[in-house]
C-alpha cells in the first residue's frame, strides 16, 4: 500500500512570495489534515477534511493560508504571502474514519519550508 | 482546547535499560490516545495506541499505560536498543483532532 505522498520535499522561496505544497492521502482514506511542524515541536493541525469539506479549520490563519480539496481526494495548501516565521515542516496525514475503527492518521514526509 | 504536556524533553539511557515517557492531558473528553516515533527529518509513525477503555497496553517491548482519573499516559521501552532512538510524540485525540505533546527526544547509548 502506497503511503501518503507529498510534494514538494522542500522549498525554499523569499519573503511575500506565494508557495504551494501539495498531498495525495492513501487510497480510500476520506479523512485529510495539514499540520504545521515547527523545530523541535509536535504537529500542530491547521486543517481537516472529510471529503471535500473542511469540517476543522479553527488554527488556519485564513488572512495568508487558503486549503483545498476539491474532489475529496488530494490536497492543496497555499500561503501567500509567505513571512519570515511560517519556515517549518508541513505534513500531510489521513485516516479512515468510522465506528470501531482506530483513529490512525498515517503522515507523509512533509514539506520543509524555508523562507528568506 | 485540549493540552498535552510531556515529559522530559530528552531522555539519554543505555542500551538494554528502560525509558519512560509520561504525558498529561487537560480534556477528559480525549478518548485516544496514539504515541508516535519520527526520526530525523522522516515522518511520524504510530508505535503504539490506547483508548480509554484500555488501562493498558503491550505491544512487544512497548507499553502504554493510561489514568484517566489522573489524566496521564505513559510510554514504557524495555530492553532499550541502538534503533529506538528517535523523537518520541504522545498525542490526545477529542472527535479524530489530535493535540500532541512537544516531543521527547531518546537517545540510546551503547
Known amino acids: 500500500e502506497a503511503g501518503v505522498v507529498q510534494s514538494p520535499r522542500y522549498k525554499i522561496i523569499e519573503k511575500k512570495q506565494p508557495v504551494a505544497f501539495w498531498c495525495n492521502p492513501i487510497?480510500?482514506?476520506?479523512?485529510l489534515y495539514w499540520y504545521l511542524q515547527n523545530l523541535g515541536q509536535g504537529p500542530e493541525l491547521l486543517i481537516r477534511?472529510?471529503?471535500?469539506?473542511?469540517?476543522?479549520d479553527s488554527q488556519l490563519p485564513k488572512d495568508r493560508f487558503s486549503a483545498e480539496r476539491l474532489k475529496g481526494v488530494d490536497s492543496t495548501l497555499k500561503i501567500q504571502p509567505a513571512e519570515l516565521g511560517d519556515s517549518a515542516v508541513y505534513l500531510c496525514?489521513?485516516?479512515?474514519?468510522?465506528?470501531?475503527?482506530?483513529?490512525?492518521?498515517?503522515f507523509g514526509p512533509g514539506t520543509r519550508l524555508t523562507v528568506l | 482546547g485540549e493540552n498535552v504536556e510531556q515529559h522530559p524533553s530528552t531522555l539519554s539511557v543505555q542500551e538494554g535499560d528502560s525509558a519512560v515517557i509520561k504525558c498529561t492531558y487537560s480534556d477528559s473528553a480525549s478518548n485516544y490516545f496514539p504515541w508516535y516515533k519520527q526520526e530525523l527529518g522522516k515522518r511520524p509513525q504510530l508505535i503504539i495506541d490506547?483508548?480509554?477503555?484500555?488501562g493498558e497496553k503491550k505491544d512487544q517491548r512497548i507499553a502504554v499505560t493510561l489514568n484517566k482519573t489522573a489524566k496521564h499516559f505513559s510510554l514504557h521501552i524495555t530492553e532499550t536498543q541502538p534503533e529506538d532512538s528517535a523523537v518520541y510524540f504522545c498525542?490526545?485525540?477529542?472527535?479524530?483532532?489530535?493535540?500532541f505533546g512537544a516531543g521527547t527526544t531518546v537517545t540510546v547509548r551503547a
Open positions: 487510497s480510500g482514506h476520506n479523512t
Open positions: 498525542a490526545a485525540s477529542i472527535n479524530y483532532k489530535l493535540s
Open positions: 477534511y472529510e471529503n471535500e469539506e473542511a469540517v476543522d
Open positions: 496525514a489521513s485516516s479512515s474514519e468510522g465506528t470501531g475503527l482506530r483513529n490512525e492518521q498515517f
Open positions: 490506547i483508548r480509554s477503555n484500555v
